[in-house]
């Protein structure tokens, strides 16, 4: 028996809870981990709280990040003691995840923990950070350099938005901040943004094309944000495209696209293959600064996991949540 949040439909109901949880409810996998942290992302939010189908299968270990030892192993990438990383494919929705003190994965979806980060530390980067360096590759990729102008990240006080500020600052771009919650515009500042403005400005719906204001673009919203912020980007500029918070839709134009050349490149980091993950852990090595730890992220243990959830899903959460699951 292990302990960890466990989701349940059944006749009473949709229902997630801090439980015992017995070894036979672990999937099939060639590689078994102690979990050492985990973390508490938008979708787990959405998981754990029932309000979106995230979980496909019952009952379900929410938790698409894990951070653990091996255990045991069937495979030859992988033996006991190694220290290794779990980001998406599936973990937390189809197959049971990280938000327990126990995981049985595949090792096709595992990842050496890198040498520049401790367990604690890769979880605050978790699949906000590498998605948020799946971004700025992105941009890179496709020449858009700190000269060419600002970058806008919207989103900001969430862990994709918090991770790119601090990526983005410190590879040499200017970077603006869109955020619903003003006060938190000194906490943005801190992180590296050059300037902060409020959401509203982004999210009613606006003009097939606007004012040409930067050069690409980090957007976590979706929907009539980022027909907004497409319509603002410089011509050639790209805008990464990784999240839907005010919804999947695309209210807009071709006319940024055919009249100004811009991209939208669209950042999944659920099933990317590892050799790009790798790339990213690599690159997030190389740039961040271990200030920059206490700066974005919040401890808790499993015990308040469904609390934060619902606290996560009502905006009222800062950064990333780092949940240590081995904790009392």
């Known amino acids: 028996m292990f302990k960890g949040i466990l989701i349940n439909k059944d006749d009473d109901g949709y229902h997630a809870a801090l439980q015992d949880i017995d070894d036979s409810t672990l999937p099939e996998g060639d590689v ?4 050492l942290y985990s973390t508490l992302n938008y979708k787990d939010g959405l998981a754990i709280t029932g309000k979106a189908p995230v979980v496909r299968s019952f009952p379900m270990i929410p938790g698409i990040d894990l951070v653990g030892v091996v255990e045991q192993s069937d495979s030859s990438q992988f033996k006991v ?23 049985r994965l595949k090792s096709d979806w595992l990842i050496p923990l890198p040498a520049a980060f401790t367990p604690k530390q890769s979880m605050i980067i978790g699949t906000a950070g590498y998605t948020a360096m799946l971004c700025v590759i992105a941009l890179e990729k496709n020449g858009v350099t700190p000269d060419k102008g600002k970058i806008l990240v919207t989103g900001a006080n969430g862990g994709v938005g918090s991770f790119a500020i601090s990526i983005l600052a410190k590879l040499g771009y200017t970077v603006v901040a869109s955020t619903g919650r003003m006060e938190e515009a000194s906490y943005l500042q801190s992180l590296g943004a050059s300037e902060v403005i409020h959401r509203d400005t982004l999210s009613s719906p606006g003009k097939p094309l606007a004012k040409e204001r930067w ?3 980090v957007d976590s919203i979706g929907s009539h944000t980022l027909v907004n912020v497409c319509a603002s980007i410089q011509y050639g500029g790209t805008v990464a495209a990784c999240g839907l918070a005010q919804g999947m839709d695309f209210p807009g134009s071709v006319a940024p696209f055919i009249l100004r050349g811009i991209t939208l490149a669209g950042i999944d980091s659920v099933m990317r293959p590892i050799a790009d993950r790798k790339e990213a852990w690599q690159r997030l090595g190389e740039i961040l600064e271990p200030s920059v730890f206490d700066d974005i992220a919040k ?3 499993l015990d308040t996991v ?5 606290q996560l899903l009502a905006g009222k959460v800062r950064g ?3 949940v240590d699951v081995q904790a009392d």
Request: some cysteine.
């Open 32 to 35: 078994s981990v102690k979990v």
């Open 299 to 301: 401890e808790i243990k």
């Open 306 to 310: 469904v609390a934060t959830a619902n």
């Open 81 to 103: 003691g190694d220290l290794v990383i779990q980001n998406g494919f599936g973990v937390g929705e189809t197959h049971c995840g990280g938000l327990a003190q126990k995981a």
């Open 215 to 217: 050069a690409g673009a």
């Open 320 to 322: 990333r949540i780092v």
